[in-house]
């Protein structure tokens, strides 16, 4: 799979704090796959499940309840986390990378005052990947 061992910066929320419009206690968000840690001094990880319970071939949209959990384990690792620069880590391949990057999207529409171009911007340089 090509998106194996990659990690990608995906919101800089030092960058444009008006735009994202996120509380101070979060600087950056990556998206990392396999494992793969940033460049960065100082980090914490977290985990969520992408996993879709599929009809055939389709692989989301995710439903409410799914995005729930999402967002309670994220704002979990803000609240209990150490560093401000937070890694979302993916284990699979690209539809645990798209269905992640819509749950990181969704996270920052409903809790900060983000738009869908906002996160379009945020993560259109992994459409290759997606």
Do not use: M
Not at 54 to 80: C, K, M, W
Not at 99 to 116: D, E, H, M, P
């Amino acid at each position: 799979d090509e998106v194996e061992g990659k990690c990608f910066l995906v919101f800089d929320f030092e960058e444009d704090k008006a735009r994202y419009g996120v509380e101070d206690t979060v600087s950056k968000f990556y998206v990392a796959l396999d494992g793969e840690k940033p460049n960065e001094p100082d980090f914490d990880v977290f985990e969520a499940s992408t996993k879709y319970a599929p009809f055939h071939q389709d692989f989301g949209p995710f439903d409410l309840a799914n995005v729930y959990r999402f967002l309670e384990t994220l704002e979990e690792n803000i609240s209990n986390g150490k560093s401000r620069t937070k890694v979302y880590s993916i284990r699979g391949g690209r539809r645990d990378l798209t269905n992640g990057v819509f749950l990181l999207g969704s996270f920052v529409i409903l809790k900060g005052q983000c738009t869908a171009a906002d996160v379009w911007q945020g993560v259109s340089h992994l459409h290759k990947y997606l």
